[in-house]
């Protein structure tokens, strides 16, 4: 397979799979051809990929993000949940609006680069600890395995890191969990890739993305509000 061709897939597969593992999928609009059935990942897609059939029109799904969150930079601050998370580098970018619903409605915010997605998850659920927070939302990925866990403390919380291993349809992944307690929230700090562009570099910049999760009070929340 070639490199172009191998890119294309794992950039479907990474899409789709960010959205199949937390939900349904129903979003995402599918090929109107039975014997094709693909779905599109791109809201700029007129014509599936892989058979050439028109697509459906897309249904654009609105997200006001106006008031509950801010970026400045390379900074996402979110005023309902009272929490920021920077991006590492230029080469990442994140995902709001629609582009986020599309990636993943039950994400707070997603960012991504070439090769690596990750996002945040927001629960409320005051009366489950940590580590059975941890089984309801591991990964759903065939022969998974856990490559490490270790506590931590996260912006000045209770966490749990974990790294996970496992195949989307006999694709090899990394997931990489951070998970932080604060009052009845839980955070789920999800980072993942497939495993052949796990290297030094992917693992510093996800260690920067977690690092960079703080906890933050009303007002430090709502700084830099227009």
Known sequence: M?????FFLLSLLFSIMSTSLVFSGEELRRCVNEKCGQYAVSETWAYCPYCGTRLPELEKKEMDFSGESIVLGNVYKNKTYQFQIEKPTEAWSFLTDEALNE?????TVAMRSENVYSMVIVD????????????IVSPD?????????????????????????????KLPLYYYYTLVESGNLKFQIIAWCYSG????????????IENSFKILTPEESSKGEK
């Open 103 to 107: 990636f993943n409605k039950e994400a």
């Open 2 to 6: 070639n490199f172009l061709k191998r």
């Open 124 to 135: 409320k659920m005051p009366n489950v600890s940590l580590k059975d927070y941890e089984e």
């Open 141 to 169: 990925l065939e022969g998974l395995e856990k490559v490490y866990e270790q506590e931590t403390e996260v912006s000045g919380q209770k966490g749990l890191k974990i790294k996970w291993s496992g195949k989307f349809h």
């Open 197 to 208: 562009n796990d290297t030094d570099q992917t693992q510093a910049e996800v260690l920067g």
